[in-house]
């Protein structure tokens, strides 16, 4: 029996791990969305009715106000978190800070939190007679109906998420300032850099990968956002807090079933995801 060679025999050993991570992916990720798609097109019946469902997201009001809630969110929480996740990240690198490890522990511990404790906590902070309110009365303000009221109930879904998810971002940063060797900001140091001008024209530029991939992870997350909507707010007042993912999970589960429907709505989300993290790419993946 002829023997294998030792490179055909990595080959074969790298394709025994590869095909069963393949095949899982195909049978819980690829196939689902191909039958989502093709379910996007029919009606509850089976019966195939063209772009019908994606003519009828045109006409939805509580849509409309969905991707609005979705956008806002997007537009206003993604860039506070991740100016403030590059700014911890740059603060807690600096070898002259001690203990360290506590913060990045303290700031990384919000998004390891359960999601129930996670909506008590900030249910509780923003209750009408919670510690926020408190303060407020303290300084001489005066208490917000934080859940009864539109635009407070927005601010506080925009506050859980910094909250949350700034920490898991510092993460990426400080794992990519950890790679940049310190003799570049000793050398610029000398140059006379200040610590403003070595952060923009050292650290930012070095870390564009990193800021460009915590861009996209956030820009999809934020477009799926779910939990905070169906959790803290319930979607209300109203519909005026609900995100697109909340309104797909209603129409599939919460309401009469209208799973053509969802599935119409879902591969909107997709597009959206795709369009915004290819525009990303474009804008920021611009390599020497």
């Known amino acids: 029996m002829k023997k294998i060679g030792l490179e055909k025999r990595h080959n074969l050993t790298g394709w025994a791990f590869l095909i069963p991570a393949a095949l899982l992916i195909f049978v819980f990720c690829f196939y689902p969305m191909a039958q989502a798609i093709l379910l996007s097109f029919r009606k509850t019946n089976g019966e195939f009715t063209g772009i019908s469902n994606y003519a009828r997201i045109l006409q939805d009001k509580t849509f409309q106000q969905c991707l609005f809630n979705t956008i806002f969110y ?21 070898p002259h800070i001690k203990g360290k490890g506590i913060f990045r522990t303290l700031i990384f511990l919000p998004c390891a939190t359960s999601l129930v404790s996670y909506s008590m ?12 309110n408190r303060v407020l009365t303290s300084i001489g303000g005066a208490p917000v109906d934080w859940f009864q009221s539109t635009w407070p109930a927005r601010w506080v879904i925009i506050i859980a998420l910094i909250w949350r998810w700034t920490g898991y971002n510092m993460v990426f940063y400080l794992a990519g300032l950890q790679n940049i060797d310190y003799s570049v900001y000793e050398a610029s140091y000398i140059d006379g850099a200040t610590p403003f001008k070595q952060f923009i024209k050292i650290t930012v530029p070095l870390l564009k990968p990193t800021i460009l991939m915590t861009a996209i992870m956030s820009t ?22 609900m995100t697109l993912a909340h309104y797909i999970y209603n129409i599939s589960f919460v309401e009469t079933p209208k799973f053509n429907y969802a599935a119409a709505l879902s591969v909107f989300i997709l597009i959206m995801v795709a369009i915004l993290s290819a525009i990303q790419m474009k804008v920021g993946d611009k390599r020497d």
């Open 74 to 94: 997007f537009i206003i929480q993604v860039p506070i978190m991740l100016v403030l996740a590059l700014g911890l990240a740059q603060l807690l690198n600096s």
């Open 220 to 241: 999809s997350g934020t477009l799926q956002l779910f939990d905070e909507s169906m959790n803290l707010t319930g979607g209300g007042p109203g519909k005026s807090t």
């Open 121 to 132: 906590i900030f249910k509780s902070l923003f209750a009408p007679d919670g510690v926020v």
